[in-house]
Nanobody, 120 residues
Framework: QVQLVESGGGLVQAGGSLRLSCAAS????????MAWYRQAPGKQRELVAS???????NYADSVKGRFTISRDNAKNTMYLQMNSLEPEDTAVYYC??????????????WGQGTQVTVSS
């Protein structure tokens, strides 16, 4: 009943920028922590950045200073601004969120992923 939909992926040259969005819809009371993960071919899924409902953020060392995570709680939407992109950033990017779906019930939800390809 909860759906996360990512958008904004695409093909960009090294040094370029992209902005990903993740919109949550469905039946829930609130969204707690949200995060972006990525998975490159042949590699495990890894955490890119996370943000709490209060706006506290955390980044993987590989993206610090280049990526910025943010959210608009009124729109139930999270963003990832990616600057100075490198070929190593090529991956499918997934949105993840912890949502309150009942009085004392929480669940995690994943988006379907959006492809980011950075050419050298």
């Amino acid at each position: 009943q909860v759906q996360l939909v990512e958008s904004g992926g695409g093909l960009v040259q090294a040094g370029g920028s992209l902005r990903l969005s993740c919109a949550a819809s469905g039946s829930f009371f609130s969204i707690n922590n949200m995060a972006w993960y990525r998975q490159a071919p042949g590699k495990q899924r890894e955490l890119v950045a996370s943000i709490t409902s209060g706006g506290n953020t955390n980044y993987a060392d590989s993206v610090k200073g280049r990526f910025t995570i943010s959210r608009d709680n009124a729109k139930n939407t999270m963003y990832l601004q990616m600057n100075s992109l490198e070929p190593e950033d090529t991956a499918v990017y997934y949105c993840n969120a912890r949502l309150q779906v009942g009085i004392i019930k929480y669940e995690y939800s994943w988006g379907q992923g959006t492809q980011v390809t950075v050419s050298s």
